[in-house]
């Protein structure tokens, strides 16, 4: 889905989670550099030499700079233009005016009607997305090596010659709001982060108003404001193109000089724009209010630097030691020791003209905002105070050092970190200086920028609490002056138009195919039955292992909905010989990522660490599955932190709707279960140690590796860490009909008195992964709502502007699955977007699409497949998936000829069968009063349920 996203809604990683309504993470995650062979006693590995970027650089005669990087191992390549304008550059009176264009530019140009720039990508089996930040707006695709010129031709052609018109910026900008409520208004930490932290950290900066804007200034928007903006802004001379992927250097070359050589700059400068933000002149202290807020929150803040300053690294560093992972200071203290905080997380966020430092605590229930400032500044004091240890130093350079070896997976990874480092510092040097300057930071620096930064008299502290009688909403800073005004930019010029078609300048033909290639799987089991894959590949040195059970929630005991996810959640939480700090820490020196997860049908055990660190952090993997205690007073704090998050997600319309729309299709059989307020505390030890004992079975399991490591290392390796594993209780009676038998469709109103926005699901009972039409029905759940031009998106978003995006998911499971097509729109409108849902749902299954409408389906699914095969952990997914489900290994490599042989006769019948729209049932979440009357007169048989009594334990719901 097209996010035409805003950089700007900056938040740390443990705040995101909160903010997007989920339970605590059931994980330690950590990054640190790649390492020679590693004990598993933990000992920190040696640095890792991070490949460099190598981006060769031209630049033209009308000032474009051309960056690009050719790799003869990928199938695909990636075309970036990065602009130097972002939202600091906002006209006054017009804040998001930077995203609103960003929106603009995937219309028309002269030479292309709307919306190609989807056909060009999607439709061939790429990709295409863009974003704007405080100091760029930033377009890019990926699509198959073939149509490189195609892109080039597109890409120059809407940097030259835009076309917009009254009803596309009528309609854009209606789709911004959207986004905007999404954002903001339907998230109850939305205002804090989009709005009320950047406005009280900077005093002066632009950096203070919203990247996303305001509903109000949205509307003052005119169209001329438009053209005025992208003949300022959109020329050669503040661009720069970025290549990276399978292409000829000098044919590279040639089209770039034929497309974007005759492109002219206008005479009119660029206009000033470098505010220096002031010291602070004392602390600043703020208390914010607004609707729906479930857990009070806590910031502290402090400008710092800007991206190309000497003490970004050593603050960066600060940053890693504060708030990564779970052995870092604030999650150890506010979460793990005190239990005060569900979350924790500091964002060290620097830009081109200024920087800050934040860090949050959403607190836990029952604790209030001024306990999280209290511990926050004791935090930050004693960096302060005390110098850190050098093993502390040391985990944080390996998670950074590691984590941009991560960064450079794909050649759009390495694009975008060029980008990054050319509109922050104009260096293309830069982005490979960088890892030596965080090898660089000492001990002695940390304490160096905490005493010259985070000081009490340069500190914003900000609380943010939920609204009441007494405590109004809080509104957002309106009437904000910024450097720009309208009258500086450039005047428009003739309106660009779409040429009539046969005098557009025709698009070049693609070439010829790369096709993506596929490894071979090595399959083999151990003596006690585990499988064991095998997928090598060519890249960086990255290895991946993936260890899948059978066994997932829709096991969980009757009436304990989250045995699986507690079980999986605590396995990171102890073991015969480590804590959890223990484990957390080790995890970070191996720069590895280490977690477990459940699903409904099957649990996962995980690791991805840099080749050489690998063996030591399989042997940790090992140790965590075979070897758990399930501490009683670790399974109490997964406990509190599930609530927490289960008290953010029942604040949000689409998290309600999600875990209400599967009670209304499975009811009280195994499927239709969640985790709720109340199966949580009655989980025990006890049920999670049965659970482990009877499920996590070596027999029932596979391990896959996919990435740095032969086949033979890797039986090695297996033999090593699993040989002697062996089941610790029975096996469990298999089970049978987790899906239950099919039920009546239902209309469900939850209602939600003050929500931004409502939630709207369309639901119908699916099928098993192994279906027979599983393919008819991926294809063409593909046409309805995979992508951003499929036909709920083109119908919702495109064409009315009534959503930010809709999408359906297939939803096949082990049973019968869940079958999903969704998306949130304004309150008033969501009946008429639930009509509209349902009629494309229906078009599938009585009209037969057509050739023209499935051939860019296929090619969006072929792509996607082979994007996944470029990383290590998606390569292990897919080879994962096909085990789970006890499908041939040789599918992966007949993936795309099972999706071109699909015919469209077979999509329409699939969809008849299986998905027809009259057994399809409905779930919307939101304020009522502004839907229900309309609902109502053509559903006369909804159902209304307070948000405040709804009953997630039954099948009712009630």
């Known amino acids: 889905m097209k996010s035409r996203l805003i950089a700007t809604l900056k938040v740390g990683a443990a705040a995101s989670a909160l903010l997007l309504g989920l339970a605590a993470p059931a994980f330690a995650e950590g990054v640190a550099p790649a390492a ?228 002219k700059n206008p005479t009119t400068p660029i206009p000033t724009n470098n505010v220096v933000e002031p010291e602070p002149t004392g602390p600043r202290n703020v208390t914010y209010y607004a609707p729906n807020v479930p857990l009070p929150a806590a910031v502290v803040a402090w400008p710092t630097v800007k991206y190309a300053d000497a003490d970004r690294a050593a603050l960066t560093v600060l940053d890693g030691i504060l708030s990564t992972g779970e052995s870092s200071r604030l999650y150890r203290s506010l979460v793990y020791d005190k239990q005060i905080a569900a979350q924790i997380g500091s964002t060290p966020d620097f830009s081109q003209q200024a920087g800050n430092l934040s860090a949050l605590a959403i607190m836990a229930q029952g604790h209030t905002a001024d306990e999280g400032i209290a511990a926050l500044n ?278 309600i709707a999600g875990m209400t729309v599967g009670r209304v299709i499975y009811g009280d059989a195994p499927y239709g279960a969640t985790i709720t307020q109340q199966t949580v505390p009655a989980i025990t030890a006890a049920d999670v140690a049965a659970f482990h004992a009877a499920r996590y079975r070596p027999s029932d399991a596979t391990l896959v590796f996919s990435g740095d490591i032969t086949p ?62 599983f393919f008819p029905l991926t294809v063409g759940n593909t046409l309805l709502g995979g992508g951003f031009s499929s036909r709920l998106n083109q119908e919702i978003r495109i064409k009315r502007g009534l959503s930010y995006g809709a999408s359906s998911s297939l939803g096949a499971r082990a049973d019968a699955g869940l079958f999903t097509a969704s998306t949130q729109t304004k309150n008033e409108t969501a009946d008429e977007v639930a009509d509209l849902i349902l009629a494309e749902i229906a078009k599938l299954g009585t009209e037969t699409p057509t050739q023209a409408d499935l051939a860019p389906r296929r090619a969006t699914l072929i792509g996607g497949f082979g994007r996944s095969l470029e990383t290590v952990d998606g390569l292990g997914a897919l080879v994962a998936n096909l085990a789970l489900y006890d499908l041939p290994m040789s599918d992966l490599a007949d993936y795309a000829g099972r999706v071109r042989a699909v015919t469209p006769e077979q999509v329409e019948a699939a969809f008849a069968e299986h998905l027809p729209v009259n057994r399809a049932s409905l779930v919307i979440v939101g304020d009522g009063s502004k839907f229900l009357d309309d609902l109502r007169a053509k559903h006369p048989n909804l159902e209304v349920i307070e948000a405040g009594a709804l009953n997630l334990n039954s099948g009712s719901l009630k």
């Open 36 to 263: 020679a062979a590693v004990q598993s006693t933990g000992q920190a590995p040696q640095g890792v030499t991070v490949p460099p970027l190598g981006f060769t650089k031209r630049v033209l005669a009308n000032g474009l700079e051309v960056y690009s990087a050719r790799d003869a191992d990928t199938s695909n390549v990636t075309v970036q233009v990065w602009y130097k304008v972002g939202s600091k550059d906002d006209p006054a009176g017009r804040s998001g005016f930077a995203h609103l264009f960003e929106h603009l530019m995937f219309k028309s140009t002269t030479n292309l009607p709307p919306e190609t720039f989807d056909r060009l990508t999607e439709d061939v089996g790429g990709s295409n997305n863009a974003f704007t930040a405080d100091d760029t707006t930033a377009y890019f695709e990926t699509v198959p090596a073939n149509h490189l010129e195609r892109m080039l031709f597109a890409e120059a052609d809407r940097m030259g010659s835009l076309v917009v018109d009254e009803p596309t910026f009528v309609a854009e900008r209606d789709v911004v709001k959207e986004e905007y409520r999404q954002r903001i208004l339907a998230n109850p930490y939305g205002r804090l982060f989009g709005l009320f932290v950047p406005e009280t950290i900077y005093q002066d900066s632009p950096y203070r108003r919203p990247g996303i804007g305001s509903i109000e200034e949205l509307e003052a928007s005119s169209l001329e404001d438009v053209r005025r903006f992208h003949a300022t802004y959109y020329r050669p001379n503040a661009a720069y193109l970025i290549v990276a992927g399978n292409f000829d250097q000098a044919q590279l070359d040639r089209w770039v000089d034929q497309y974007f050589g005759p492109l």
């Open 712 to 773: 033979a290392a890797a039986r090695a390796l297996a033999q090593q860490a699993f040989g002697d594993w062996r089941p610790a209780g029975a096996a469990p009676a298999a089970a049978t009909n987790p899906a239950g038998q099919p039920l009546a469709p239902r209309i469900v109103v939850v209602n939600q008195p003050g929500a931004g926005q409502a939630a709207v699901v369309a639901a119908v009972r699916g099928v098993s992964r192994t279906d027979a039409d």
């Open 378 to 655: 004791d935090e930050i004091a004693k960096l302060r105070d005390v110098k850190v240890t050098a093993e502390e130093l040391a985990e944080a350079k390996n998670e950074l050092v590691a984590d941009a070896l991560r960064s450079r997976e794909t050649v759009d990874d390495r694009a975008t970190a060029l980008g990054f480092s050319l509109i922050n510092t104009g260096s293309a040097a830069a982005a490979d200086e960088e890892v030596a300057q965080i090898q660089a930071v000492t001990v002695a620096d940390i304490q160096r920028v905490a005493r010259k930064y985070l000081t009490p008299q340069r500190q914003s502290t900000i609380t943010f609490l939920a609204a009441d009688d007494q405590n109004p909403a809080s509104v957002q800073k309106m009437n904000v002056d910024a450097p720009v005004k309208v009258a500086d930019l450039a005047p428009a010029g003739p309106p660009a138009v779409l040429l009539p078609e046969a005098e557009r300048k025709p698009l070049p033909q693609p070439g010829a195919e790369v096709a993506p290639v596929t490894p071979t799987v090595a399959d083999f089991r151990l003596d006690n039955g585990l499988r064991v894959l095998v997928a090598p590949t060519d890249g960086v040195p990255l290895v991946s292992a993936r260890l899948s059970f059978d066994a997932g929630s829709s096991d969980d005991p009757t009436g304990k909905a989250g045995v699986a996810a507690m079980t999986a959640a605590l396995l990171t939480q102890g073991t015969k010989t480590k804590t959890a700090p223990e484990i957390a820490t080790q995890i970070e020196q191996l720069g590895a990522s280490v977690g477990a997860s459940a699903g409904v049908d099957f649990s996962n055990v995980y690791a991805n660490a840099p080749s050489n660190a690998f063996p030591a952090t399989v042997a940790l993997m090992a140790d965590l599955v075979k070897n758990p205690t399930f501490a009683g007073e670790e399974l109490e704090r997964q406990q509190a932190q599930t609530l927490d998050g289960l008290r953010v997600a029942l604040s949000q319309p689409a998290s």
